[in-house]
């Protein structure tokens, strides 16, 4: 079982829509948690960090259920720019950063 | 723009030389994590530096190693390289160890092993 799992997509979605990306993970000492968002060909960039009463960014709302190990994020009112792949980071401790394989997510017009 | 920037940004290797690649951290930052990406796969953590000190590392062999200049900049190099080591590398700068602060990712290094 890999350490932090992702469903990999791709999603494909209208413009406007509300879509949801779940992850896992199997280090229950897990410390801390984040999304990234990484656009073709690019390096990964923060979208947010993931807190254990939720916590949200204009559209973008992550949520941490840590008795269940696992992190969803949530995107309303899609937008063309949203279109990336979402992954899912999980600090283990000692700085080792788990990343999943990444969600794909494709907005159309 | 990040402030972290790798050099070279792509690389052409035959099997069994040996790479280095180059990671400037941000300003103000003291921690420099590398990491592999495969294509259509998550970035796998190699280590960390803090402070020219290696402070964690991943499922990698030895054969990846790495150095922090005191400016905080660092090497990763890879010795005897090996067809599946053909990869994305990229580094995050942050700046600290708690785990908790953000990495600021560099634009990578395309390594193709032939």
């Known amino acids: 079982r890999k350490e932090v799992e992702q469903d990999p997509g791709p999603f494909n979605v209208p413009e406007g829509a509300t879509v949801a990306f779940n992850c896992t993970y199997s280090n229950s000492a897990s410390q801390s948690f984040f999304w990234y968002r990484q656009d073709c060909r690019k390096e990964p960039k923060l979208l947010m960090s993931?807190?254990?009463s939720g916590n949200e960014d204009g559209r973008f709302t992550a949520q941490l259920n840590r008795a269940s190990q696992y992190i969803s994020l949530l995107i309303r009112d899609s937008k063309l720019s949203d279109s990336a792949t979402y992954l899912c980071?999980?600090?283990?401790?000692?700085?080792?950063?788990?990343f999943g394989a990444g969600t794909r997510l494709t907005v159309k017009p | 723009e990040t402030g972290v920037t790798q050099s070279p940004t792509h690389l052409i290797k035959t099997r069994g030389q040996q790479v280095t690649l180059r990671c400037s951290s941000q300003?103000?930052?003291?921690?420099v994590s590398w990491y592999q990406q495969a294509l259509g796969q998550g970035p796998q953590f190699i280590f960390q530096?803090?402070?020219?000190?290696?402070?964690g590392r991943g499922n990698f062999p030895p054969r990846f190693s790495g150095l922090q200049f005191p400016n905080y900049s660092s090497e990763l190099n890879v010795n005897a390289l090996e067809l599946d080591d053909s990869a994305l590398y990229l580094c995050a700068s942050s700046p600290g160890t708690s785990g908790q602060e953000t990495q600021y990712f560099g634009p990578g290094t395309r390594l193709l092993v032939l």
């Open positions: 980071v999980v600090n283990k401790g000692n700085n080792d950063m788990r």
């Open positions: 530096y803090y402070r020219e000190e290696e402070n």
């Open positions: 300003s103000g930052h003291n921690t």
């Open positions: 993931v807190y254990s």
